[in-house]
T-cell receptor
Framework: NAGVTQTPKFRILKIGQSMTLQCAQD?????MYWYRQDPGMGLKLIYY???????DKGEVPNGYNVSRSTTEDFPLRLELAAPSQTSVYFC??????????FGPGTRLTVT | AQTVTQSQPEMSVQEAETVTLSCTYD???????LFWYKQPPSRQMILVIR??????QNATENRFSVNFQKAAKSFSLKISDSQLGDTAMYFC??????????????FGKGTHLIIQP
């Protein structure tokens, strides 16, 4: 997993609840990313960060927020969960911004 | 914006055979990177191989090699001497050059490769 950990592994949320998906790395890489993978699809970028204190939106940011107060951690916050956010969420890291190494994923179900 | 297309939803071959997975992409960029990622049933995304668009030589990694045709915007993956452990979803992905990875990866929908014993 190239030193990337994600918690929790699985979670079921009710509509309207909130939660934070955790991503932590021990590789001291500057670049961190959040992707979502819907059934039968490739991954889509939600948010990314090029270093502590710097974040920016990806392709599908609506309904999510992120923060990057340290190099190690890049949590993804879901506010007011909706069924459309049912997905598998992957965190990835990169040293140079080219190759990306992925965590094991979090499977989220919103019912 | 760029798009990545994988036209083979599923492929099945016998163990030890050679298999080629197809990928085409559309972009107006001249400098970029292309990748193949493997996703086994464990769901872990594993980088298989990468190609820089400015390099004419095709990348190889042990049993995995690519056929990169820049003019045709084609990037196929060849797996030689296929093994049971190669059974997985394979995703083709694109990244612009020069953005420091800030745009992330653009993925295709994937090809499910099944290696039969």
């Amino acid at each position: 997993n190239a030193g990337v950990t994600q918690t929790p592994k699985f979670r079921i949320l009710k509509i309207g609840q909130s939660m934070t998906l955790q991503c932590a790395q021990d590789m001291n890489h500057n670049y961190m990313y959040w992707y979502r993978q819907d059934p039968g699809m490739g991954l889509k970028l939600i948010y990314y960060s090029v270093g502590a204190g710097i974040t920016d939106k990806g392709e599908v940011p609506n309904g999510y927020n992120v923060s990057r107060s340290t190099t190690e951690d890049f949590p993804l916050r879901l506010e007011l969960a909706a069924p459309s956010q049912t997905s598998v969420y992957f965190c990835a890291i990169g040293r140079t911004g080219v190759e990306q190494y992925f965590g094991p994923g979090t499977r989220l179900t919103v019912t | 914006a760029q798009t990545v297309t994988q036209s083979q939803p599923e492929m099945s071959v016998q163990e030890a055979e050679t298999v080629t997975l197809s990928c085409t992409y559309d972009t107006s960029e001249n400098n970029y990177y292309l990748f193949w990622y493997k996703q086994p049933p464990s769901r872990q995304m594993i980088l298989v191989i990468r190609q820089e668009a400015y390099k004419q030589q095709n990348a190889t990694e042990n049993r995995f090699s690519v056929n990169f045709q820049k003019a045709a915007k084609s990037f196929s993956l060849k797996i030689s001497d296929s093994q049971l452990g190669d059974t997985a979803m394979y995703f083709c992905a694109f990244m612009k050059h020069g953005g420091g990875g800030a745009d992330g990866l653009t993925f295709g929908k994937g090809t499910h490769l099944i290696i039969q014993p």
